[in-house]
């Protein structure tokens, strides 16, 4: 069983243009600047609609796409719309969860070396060209092989972007429920914390479940869900499938709140009128 290095000290919030406790250079293989422009978002006004079965919200996963990669968090263009950022350790399943959501096979790049990956990778949704949500796949995190120091320097990285991202609404927290929350998931889960009481969505996903009997797979989702505080849990097997729409429908809700909240009650001497018509809108083991 391999050692996690201290868990790091949330720094205090600062704008995501240029968090003040982020690396002052990039390794070699970082881009040079960031892209010139953020994906175009939907328009705010999009007429709202009703929650989408399984296969909308599959087939709205389908549309990811590569968007930027950065090594430090000043490298990372604004966006406007929802971004889900997808979080655990080396190994956990990260990149093979990412991947069957999107029914993408190279989608999100998984390494020979678990903790060798130190980019914060950015995919963006939607239909048609129109972006309407962005998933970030950031580094993995507690792995052996990598030095404590590049371990330190990406963890402090990580909870910068968990504090001071802004368009950072919804975190994805990958377990592989035969270890359970370890000591640096659960300290991500309290620098979380403060975001969570102001409205940023959290889910513990545990992975691999395939490996677990339908009576360890239960103990461990009571467990978990105890350790969560609020947040969502659920189980989670890119072999069997196994939560894979169920997560797909939870992820569209994320980011597309707009439209998932309940419309005022028209007034009973009127009805209501008629909504305008929706416009028509790619392994770990």
Request: net charge neutral; glycine share 6%; charged share 15%.
């Amino acid at each position: 069983m391999t050692t996690d290095s201290p868990a790091p000290q949330a720094a205090a919030p600062a704008t995501p243009s240029a968090p003040a406790s982020a690396p002052a250079s990039a390794p070699a293989s970082a881009p040079a600047s960031a892209p010139a422009s953020a994906p175009a978002s939907a328009p705010a006004s999009a007429p709202a609609s009703a929650l989408p079965d399984a296969k909308t919200a599959m087939g709205w996963l389908h549309t990811a796409r590569f968007f930027t990669t950065a090594a430090q968090l000043h490298q990372l263009p604004p966006v406007e719309v929802p971004e889900i950022a997808f979080v655990g350790r080396s190994n956990a399943g990260k990149s093979t969860c990412i991947n069957t959501l999107t029914q993408q096979k190279q989608l999100a790049f998984a390494s020979k070396r678990p903790g060798r990956t130190q980019h914060i990778n950015l995919f963006a949704l939607g239909r048609q060209g129109v972006t309407d949500a962005v998933f970030a796949d950031l580094p993995g995190y507690g792995y052996a092989a990598v030095s404590r120091s590049d371990k330190q320097r990406w963890q402090q990285v990580m909870v910068n972007y968990l504090v001071s991202r802004a368009s950072l609404s919804g975190i994805v927290l990958l377990c592989d429920p035969r270890l359970g929350l370890t000591e640096l998931d659960e300290a991500l889960l309290e620098i979380m914390r403060p975001r969570v009481e102001q409205g940023l969505k959290f889910l513990v996903l545990l992975t691999k479940a395939d490996k677990l009997t339908r009576a360890e797979q239960a103990k461990v989702l009571s467990i978990t869900r105890l350790q969560a505080g609020g947040g969502e849990v659920r189980l989670f097997s890119a072999l069997k499938k196994q939560g894979v729409e169920d997560v797909a429908q939870l992820l569209w809700q994320w980011a597309h709140p707009a439209t998932t909240q309940d419309a005022p009650a028209a007034p009973a001497t009127s009805p209501a009128p008629a909504a305008p018509a929706p416009e028509p809108t790619e392994d770990d083991t």
